[in-house]
């Protein structure tokens, strides 16, 4: 590439070292005690927060643990979290590899605590994290990837062997951004409830078919309109959005690893701009809670512009203020997406 020069990509790798998430002391989407007299649902993270509100209605209270603006790849509970959840009925968590605190979580619950524990993503096909990654970087040449996959095994001190670890994740976690995937969800979190609650099922079950017709119309919704899209290939900053380009049709080339946190190499960011000029790509998309200057000075050399893409791991306080929920973030990501592919 004759306008990018190896120099000023390796300045742009070194930017990434200045990321600074935007995180948020508030808005953590919940309520933050147990309520005596009704079941006590605590959930990792929003999407399940949301699914469970929805479909436990005025018989539940969900305790949300991560808060707002915290990537979950990085969050650990603290002793206030053991001690709410050890007092709940239920905790849903998410798993296929997300929230990596899970075992030695439940392992520090008091030995007669009787919660019942649920994965969420149970029955949803996983992307395995290897095949994906060649996937993502499709960008690349053969001796180019065999460079790439030769670089994840070099030793280069303890901080860069944690990322190419997390880069090289065995599953790719972030089921909840396909809706179909979210149809899934929803049903084990009405199955869990139910479960603990059995005297309220039908009143879960309607609610739940409430929550079910959005998330089937939103899936039927991105299915109509990503099939009439000519465009199939989208650049985004974090690999985040595998379970959503295999549900419908596209194909996703990554910035960053699994982990939001994962640096690319110099050479990585070669391609995509080379990749992105090539395949006549005219958006590069950032997520909200990450710096966007990476995806700028990439826009920026391959003379493209740049698109919000939001992985909906949690409301800003902006967004609660305004009543948005997964279905609203998720239907801005469709618009977003179909501006992209137009």
């Given at each position: 590439m004759k306008n990018v020069s190896s120099k000023k990509i390796t300045a742009m790798a070194a930017l990434l070292l200045s990321v600074v998430l935007v995180l948020s002391a508030c808005g953590s989407n919940s309520k933050?005690?147990?309520?005596?007299?009704?079941?006590?649902?605590?959930?990792?993270?929003?999407?399940?927060?949301?699914?469970?509100?929805?479909?436990?209605?005025e018989y539940v209270n969900v305790v949300n643990l991560i808060p707002a603006g915290v990537e979950p790849h990085d969050w650990t509970p603290k002793s206030q979290d053991l001690s709410t959840a050890s007092k709940a009925q239920l905790f849903?968590?998410?798993?296929?590899?997300?929230?990596?605190?899970?075992?030695?979580?439940?392992?520090?619950?008091?030995?007669?605590?009787?919660?019942?524990?649920?994965?969420?993503?149970?029955g949803i096909e996983l992307i395995q994290g290897s095949s994906e990654e060649e996937h993502d970087h499709?960008?690349?040449?053969?001796?180019?990837?065999?460079?790439h996959e030769e670089h994840s095994d070099e030793a280069e001190g303890t901080a860069a062997d944690e990322h190419n670890h997390e880069h090289a994740l065995d599953v790719d976690p972030h089921t909840w951004v396909s809706p179909k995937s979210a149809i899934i969800m929803a049903e084990n979190v009405k199955n869990s409830l139910i479960q603990v609650d059995s005297a309220h099922k039908t009143e879960y079950e309607a609610n739940y078919e409430?929550?079910?017709?959005?998330?089937?119309?939103?899936?039927?919704?991105?299915?109509?309109?990503?099939?009439?899209?000519?465009?199939?290939?989208?650049?985004?900053?974090?690999?985040?959005?595998?379970?959503?380009?295999?549900?419908?049709?596209?194909t996703q080339t990554a910035i960053m690893g699994l982990s939001a946190?994962?640096?690319?190499?110099?050479?990585?960011l070669l391609n995509i701009a080379k990749y992105?000029?090539?395949?006549?790509?005219?958006?590069?998309?950032?997520?909200?809670?990450?710096?966007?200057?990476?995806a700028d000075t990439l826009a920026s050399e391959a003379k493209v512009d740049t698109l919000m893409l939001n992985p909906v791991e949690g409301l800003t306080p902006e967004q609660e203020k305004n009543g948005d929920t997964y279905i609203t973030l998720m239907e801005a990501n469709l618009q977003n997406l179909l501006k992209a592919l137009k």
């Open positions: 933050s005690s147990i309520v005596e007299g009704k079941t006590n649902v605590v959930t990792s993270f929003y999407p399940l927060y949301y699914f469970a509100s929805e479909i436990g209605g849903l968590y998410n798993g296929a590899g997300l929230e990596g605190w899970t075992d030695s979580f439940l392992k520090g619950l008091p030995n007669d605590q009787t919660i019942i524990t649920a994965e969420m993503s149970k499709s960008a690349e040449t053969a001796e180019e990837h065999a460079d409430a929550l079910h017709s959005k998330l089937t119309a939103l899936d039927a919704k991105f299915e109509q309109e990503l099939s009439k899209t000519t465009m199939k290939d989208i650049v985004v900053s974090h690999q985040a959005f595998g379970y959503l380009a295999r549900d419908y049709g596209l946190d994962a640096e690319p190499r110099a050479q990585d992105v000029k090539e395949q006549g790509i005219r958006y590069i998309f950032f997520e909200e809670l990450v710096s966007p200057a990476l």
